[in-house]
């Protein structure tokens, strides 16, 4: 059952976040075409700071889910009920604070702001708000309990067709030359269609859910842990392009924000597999089945570990020839192909996502107070490196700073979790490494001869990304048999008896 609902979950996330990048990359070039560069920058900087404003929920669902995994494995519907009222009890005073600020940034900010007039930056910060605020009164607390229980793939859904609405009205709005304000606008409410989804869902399959049970404060004990994880967590990923918009101005972060759509797309599609297996683990953790636990980890970190030098080993090929194309027909006055910027984008994501495999056990674990802080540490290192290395280096200090911080923390996460959770060797995440580092240093040189830094289309560049992701996965598949070959026999049989019972 749990191995069914991970494979679910993994599909739809999939399906999700295939779609969402698809959609992201359609609206940049259509807002710095229509609006110019500066308002591009100035959208992504607000959707940023509109992260930052979100913080006044941290915490509350990762610690909520924590607490409803014993209640839902004893089927104590009481206790469930208690904590998901805790739930969304939080979520409301939370999002009562985030409306605030959002009315106080749509006043304040765009004192900061030149060249594009009061109103518009006001109204902008306004509309892009809408969407946060739903996450805090409706979003937030379905979220919980959805992940709890395991049925990822319903917010998979909702959020996919969020976003094809979202994108659909908004092209609509700017091919009909109407204000930025009101593309944002139409895209913010009709986004609201996803928590349709989700109330109609929870109504109907957790209808155990009590809403007179007292709300359990005390159930969800690990929050202001969860909370110096969160806010840790959202500089380190999110600072990046409002550093840019203060210290090297709106057209920086505007070019920033292209490469970093691109990647962040990559990001997302190697995270699909901990977000849809994360609350499998707590129920294996919670039950104490630690030898059922060492075997899954050592599976899934050496999938992971596969997967994620495959793509950015052909990330580093393609992202160039990618961005000749994208950036086209964008703006003359502002220089968008930078292949040092984009080397360094790939050396960013691999030292990211090295770390997920052991992220996703120390948050199924809860170990939210024994690790914060080492988050803040990492965050630290983030906001230091960043803001001295752009001023030293410009766009591209924001990445070498981000390089600094993730490489410490994906370290430190892979010997905390083996050494307290799996307790086992280092050697053989170290290991798993080594061999994927050497690997792509090797493809990257054979891909580099073949394939060429600028293209004029997207099927040239499609055929070339097709024959670059197919050499590189049977170099890597051939090497993972020599390196690692009892995972891969498991694997094997892993999916051998899956095939079985389907059949």
């Not at 996919?160 to 606008?185: E, M």
């Not at 992971?304 to 030098?309: E, G, L, M, S, V």
């Not at 992220?359 to 199924?364: C, E, F, I, P, Q």
Request: proline residues 2%.
């Amino acid at each position: 059952m749990r191995t069914k609902k991970a494979l679910k979950n993994i599909v739809f996330n999939f399906i999700q976040q295939l779609i969402g990048i698809v959609v992201n990359f359609i609206l940049p070039p259509l807002i710095i075409g229509r609006f110019g560069d500066s308002i591009n920058g100035l959208v992504q900087t607000i959707r940023q700071m509109m992260q930052y404003a979100q913080l006044t929920g941290a915490g509350i669902g990762a610690s909520s889910t924590y607490a409803m995994y014993k209640p839902l494995h004893e089927q104590n519907y009481h206790t469930l009920s208690g904590v998901y009222n805790a739930t969304k009890k939080m979520f409301t005073n939370a999002g009562n604070l985030f409306t605030i600020i959002v009315l106080i940034l749509s006043v304040g900010y765009p004192f900061f702001v030149e060249g594009i007039d009061f109103k518009t930056v006001a109204l902008s910060v306004l509309v892009i708000g809408i969407s946060g605020i739903s996450e805090f009164y409706v979003y937030g607390k379905y979220q919980s309990i959805i992940n709890a229980n395991q049925d990822n793939y319903i917010i998979a859904i909702a959020q996919t067709i969020g976003n094809v609405a979202n994108v659909v009205v908004s092209v609509i709005l700017i091919y009909l030359n109407c204000n930025i304000v009101i593309v944002l606008l139409g895209g913010s409410v009709i986004y609201l269609l996803r928590i349709l989804i989700l109330t109609r869902f929870v109504r109907s399959n957790y209808q155990y859910l009590d809403p007179n049970v007292r709300p359990m404060m005390d159930l969800i004990d690990q929050r202001n842990d969860a909370i110096v994880h969160q806010i840790s967590g959202l500089i380190v990923l999110s600072s990046s392009t409002i550093i840019l918009s203060l210290m090297c101005g709106l057209e920086e972060a505007s070019v920033y924000s292209v490469y970093a759509l691109v990647f962040g797309g990559i990001n997302t599609i190697c995270q699909i597999v901990a977000t849809a297996i994360y609350s499998s683990f707590g129920e294996v953790i919670v039950k104490g089945k630690n030898d059922v636990l060492k075997a899954a980890f050592n599976v899934y970190e050496c999938l992971f570990f596969f997967a994620i030098f495959i793509v950015f080993t052909v990330a580093y090929v393609m992202i160039m020839p990618f961005i000749s194309i994208y950036t086209n027909n964008l703006s003359v006055n502002v220089e968008y192909f930078l292949p040092l910027l984009g080397s360094l984008f790939v050396f960013v994501g691999i030292a990211n996502n090295l770390r997920v495999p052991a992220r996703t056990l120390v948050d199924a674990a809860g170990h939210f107070k024994r690790t914060r802080n080492r988050s803040v540490v990492e965050m630290i290192i983030n906001l230091v490196g960043q803001i001295v290395f752009t001023y030293m280096f410009g766009i591209y200090g924001v990445l070498l700073g981000c390089l600094a911080s993730y490489s410490y923390r994906t370290i430190d996460f892979i010997l905390y979790t083996n050494k307290h959770i799996i307790k086992q060797s280092n050697l053989v995440s170290i290991r798993r490494i080594v061999v994927g580092f050497a690997a792509s240093i090797c493809m990257v040189l054979l891909l580099q001869v073949i394939v060429p830094l600028r293209m004029t289309g997207y099927v040239e560049w499609v055929i070339y990304g097709f024959i670059a992701t197919f050499a590189t996965s049977v170099v890597f598949f051939i090497i993972y048999i020599i390196f690692d070959q009892k995972t891969m026999k498991e694997i094997y049989n892993i999916l051998k008896n899956i095939l079985k019972k389907s059949n």
